[in-house]
């Protein structure tokens, strides 16, 4: 690869010019200590955004060639000569071998981009630690939370987000300005103890989805060996027959939906809970049960596992007729139709219940998928907070309640055969009406009129009990003060 293909991001096969600053910082000097692939990756972000680039490397002969042409590639000393502002993109181990350039390094700012393997590995961040080491430099925790993909593919197809942290407010305005002209938007997270918190946030595998993905896997569970009870122990204790083989797929394919739906009306359930609340105490300024808090902060989560499992419902859905067993079965109810002589086996009703069944459920797929696209990022950035709102609160209701057609589609009357009650359990998509259809008669009741109007006063700061001075006109024409309860 030449030199002059390196100007270029590795990712994507166009030119870099769409990824350029619009407005370079006229040639000013940036140091890169480093010639691993973040340094590399760094070092293509800052030549496109108008950077003059000096990259440092103890054998610059040999890394040469790994770096844009625009950049300059020499020592470590004589880069940290050319530079005021230098990113340090070694390993934390490393870090010593920098102190023989403390006295060139010294009124520079040094920006570490360095992450830990483990979480609290140091007692130390790795920032604090490269400050103890050069007292003499103003230290800039940041740009450790982007990837090298979304330095050299651009701040478009990655998160923008840079946080950053020092004890020098000169020198992390420096760096912020260096982070916008790049393309990022930084974001100041104070002095550097936080650096700490910062190097940590790379390192932590989906905080926000452990308790959502438990959840998950809780009714998931609940849910299989229930179905498991019914469709393959019941009908070995009862018939003696062996049901083991729909387990892998019959099984899994019930249980699935079942999770969706459930899933989908948790979603909902906490803004019931939360408007009953502020209903109840009258006010919008008491702070909701931690418990609930939580619930609301992860909605999102629980919704796309929704989408999730319907996804793989309709998967498996499809997969069924590919099953051996399904084949082995029609052929034995075509013998046994045609031994009793039937001509036909047409059942009017249980052809529309499928068709009906089918139909709404696709609807149904599909109104979760838009609320799982809308919900990422950079969908939901393009939306106003009206657009965003609709999809995901009304939209979002409708498809809980397709979902409950689908439901009860599937049910149809066999909620009052007797012979669907296995060892005297209902069927199973009679227990997961319960916590949907609660979700839906509550929306309903919170769109009266009257219940809507006192909820739509609190969440504008109306509180029950407090009392507001008015002001009305006179007879005279002049305007008389009082007070009354807002409680009227």
């Known amino acids: 690869m030449s030199r002059g293909d390196m100007a270029k991001p590795l990712l994507g096969h166009g030119s870099t010019e769409g990824d350029c600053s619009p407005a370079p910082p006229a040639g000013r000097a940036v140091g890169v200590l480093g010639s691993g692939d973040f340094a ?5 972000r800052l030549v496109c955004s108008g950077f003059k680039v000096v990259v440092g ?22 880069a940290v000569k050319k530079a005021d502002v230098i990113f340090v993109a070694v390993f934390r181990e490393h870090y010593s071998t920098l102190c023989d350039l403390a006295d060139v390094l010294a009124g520079k700012i040094l920006v570490d981009v360095s992450n830990n393997t483990e979480i609290n590995h140091h007692k130390e961040s790795n ?6 080491l050069f007292p003499a430099c103003a230290v800039v925790k940041g740009f450790n939370v982007v990837s090298a993909w979304t330095l050299q593919s651009g701040a478009r197809d990655g998160n923008k987000q840079v946080l950053i942290c020092s004890n020098n407010q000169e020198a992390k305005r ?15 997270m104070g002095c550097m ?21 438990f959840l998950a896997l809780g009714l998931f569970v609940c849910f299989f060996t229930y179905n498991l009870i019914r469709q393959v122990i019941h009908p070995y204790i009862r018939e003696q027959k062996n049901k083991l083989y729909k387990i892998p797929i019959e099984v899994v394919n019930t249980t699935l939906p079942c999770v969706s739906y459930v899933m989908l009306s948790l979603v909902y359930l906490p803004g019931v809970l939360a408007a009953c609340s502020q209903l109840y105490y009258g006010t919008k300024y008491r702070r909701f049960p931690d418990w609930l808090d939580q619930w609301l902060q992860h909605r999102k989560q629980i919704g796309l596992l929704s989408f999730f499992c319907a996804a793989l419902h309709a998967v498996y859905s499809l997969c069924l007729p590919m099953r051996r067993s399904h084949r082995y079965l029609l052929i034995d109810t075509a013998v046994k139709q045609a031994v009793e002589k039937k001509m036909t086996i047409w059942v009017e009703e249980e052809v529309w219940r499928m068709e009906i069944y089918i139909s709404v459920g696709i609807i149904a797929l599909g109104l979760l998928s838009l609320l799982a696209i809308t919900s990422l990022p950079s969908i939901a950035n393009s939306l106003n907070w009206r657009e965003f709102s609709f999809i995901q609160s009304s939209l979002g209701f409708i498809a809980l309640v397709i979902s409950t057609l689908h439901t009860l589609t599937y049910g149809w009357s066999r909620a009052f055969d007797e012979s669907q009650y296995k060892f005297y359990l209902p069927p199973t998509y009679t227990l997961t009406l319960l916590v949907p ?6 929306k309903i009741i919170f769109s009266l009129p009257c219940i809507q109007h006192r909820l739509l006063r609190i969440r504008r700061g109306w509180e029950k009990g407090r009392y507001v001075k008015f002001v009305l006109p006179s007879t005279t024409g002049e305007f008389s003060s009082g007070e009354t309860s807002s409680n009227v």
Not at 40 to 44: H, N, T, V, Y
Not at 127 to 132: K, Q
Not at 193 to 213: G, M, T, V
């Open 57 to 78: 490397s103890r054998n610059p002969k040999r890394k040469a060639s790994l770096f844009p042409a625009a950049a300059e590639v020499t020592s470590q000393a004589e």
């Open 193 to 213: 103890s936080s650096a700490c918190e910062i190097e940590n946030i790379p390192l932590r595998l989906l905080p926000a989805w452990k308790i959502p993905i």
């Open 40 to 44: 590399r990756s760094l070092a293509i």
């Open 437 to 442: 259809c609660t979700v839906i008669i509550a």
């Open 174 to 188: 420096t760096v912020a300005e260096i982070t916008q002209v790049m393309g990022f938007t930084p974001v100041d």
């Open 127 to 132: 920032a604090e630690y490269l400050a103890s």
